[in-house]
């Protein structure tokens, strides 16, 4: 399972832009990647443990802005076509799984 996480903020006034530079800084440590400059995705295996990731950017947005949150399975992830340049190219794939003995 794939979380994506797409937000619209404000960016007006110095303080608007440090509230969205902080927001996408905070994703960033949350081991989210830019897939855009206000899109994020996340594998996260299951959907149980998105709602640790759901509570932490519900507390962290900004007050103000839009900010949605959408879930892929993996193969729905593996469907997105990303086109850069002309060329089209496949997302990040999901991360291996190690085995534990």
Same mark, same amino acid.
């Given at each position: 399972m794939w979380m994506m996480v797409m937000f619209d903020l404000p960016t007006e !006034? *110095?303080?608007?832009?440090?509230? *969205? !530079?902080?927001?996408r800084k905070f994703l960033l440590d949350e081991?989210?990647?830019m897939v855009?400059?206000? &899109?994020? &995705?996340?594998?996260?295996? !299951?959907?149980?443990?998105?709602? $640790?990731? &759901?509570r *932490?950017?519900? $507390?962290?947005?900004?007050s103000y802005g839009d900010v949605n949150i959408l879930f892929f399975t993996d193969k729905q992830f593996a469907n997105i076509i990303h086109i850069q340049n002309r060329i089209a190219k496949s997302l990040k794939k999901k991360p291996?799984?190690?085995e534990l003995f």
């Open positions: !006034t *110095a303080k608007q832009r440090k509230s *969205a !530079t902080k927001f081991g989210f990647e855009q400059f206000s &899109v994020y &995705v996340q594998f996260i295996g !299951t959907y149980e443990n998105s709602q $640790k990731f &759901v *932490a950017i519900q $507390k962290n947005n900004p291996d799984q190690f």
